[in-house]
């Protein structure tokens, strides 16, 4: 069957300012100086380079994983989809349309360390994304919540990491958009919250077919529900995706793990 790809990069380029120690301790001096006189600095530093080129398709109506080193530009990759981060060179394409605010409707983003409104309870919280996002499912996230055993009086701010990540997680696949991105959904939480978290994932997708990214370094957990791989290397150029099955079989002998150590 061929495989239809809904979201490319082309050449994409992205660069961050890096500010050594010293360049840092040089600015802060400049400003002393000049604050009284109001001027901005005009300083120039030297950049670091985020994506390099980048030339990647991702396959639409499956699951794919990002993977890489801390560094290599994952979670630049998954803003600049959503429109928060803007490439140096280089097209981007989602579903055939340059990313920006008026496409984020039919978009589910995760962010790496994302957090909710502390002093809401769960119940609140989901129905509050319901007012908020386009497309929330409000009985479906009640389900989901249920069966991540979320406690809808339970306040937010009382959850352990691992509940809230469930939590985040639902406000995310209870949407019925056409793409969803998670960076890191199982950072730093327990493994019965890992293996809800997946399930949760692999029941979303029977639900409604979606195209779903996932930046991970939790390959064990996760592999098994990749439909395809793309890994990042340091200033990454040309990457492709990979069929999990053909480049990652679970094996001793050729896995995910084993190829994510040597780029």
């Given amino acids: 069957m061929e495989i239809e790809y809904g979201i490319e990069f082309k050449n994409v380029t992205k660069a961050y300012i890096d500010k050594t120690p010293q360049e840092r301790k040089e600015e802060f001096e400049y400003k002393k100086k000049k604050i009284h006189d109001r001027l901005m600095v005009s300083k120039a530093f030297k950049k670091k380079p985020a994506l390099d080129?980048?030339?990647?398709?991702?396959?639409?109506g499956q699951i794919t994983g990002l993977l890489g080193p801390n560094g290599a530009g994952k979670s630049t990759l998954l803003k600049m989809l959503v429109g928060l981060v803007h490439q140096d060179e280089g097209t981007i394409s989602v579903f055939g349309q340059s990313p920006s605010w008026r496409n984020n409707g039919e978009i589910a983003y995760l962010p790496d360390r994302g957090r909710w409104y502390g002093l809401q309870t769960v119940a609140e919280a989901l129905a509050y994304a319901e007012v908020i996002?386009?497309?929330f499912d409000l009985d479906l996230a009640r389900k989901m919540a249920d069966s991540m055993d979320?406690?809808?009086a339970a306040q937010i701010s009382t959850l352990s990491k691992g509940l809230e990540a469930r939590l985040n997680l639902i406000l995310c696949l209870a949407r019925r958009v056409r793409l969803i991105l998670l960076d890191e959904p199982f950072s730093g939480i327990d493994l019965v919250s890992r293996d809800k978290i997946t399930q949760n994932i692999i029941d979303s997708m029977l639900d409604l077919p979606k195209t779903i990214i996932i930046c991970t370094h939790e390959i064990h957990e996760a592999e098994s529900i990749f439909d395809?791989?793309?890994?990042?290397?340091f200033s990454a150029r040309n990457c492709s995706a990979f069929p999990a099955k053909t480049i990652c079989p679970l094996s001793d002998q050729h896995t995910s793990i084993q190829i994510f150590s040597n780029i």
Avoid: E, K, R, Y
């Avoid at 080129?53 to 639409?60: A, E, K, R, W």
């Avoid at 395809?228 to 290397?233: D, G, S, T």
């Fill in 53 to 60: 080129h980048l030339t990647v398709s991702f396959p639409t």
């Fill in 133 to 135: 996002f386009p497309a």
């Fill in 150 to 152: 979320l406690d809808p």
């Fill in 228 to 233: 395809h791989v793309i890994f990042l290397a």
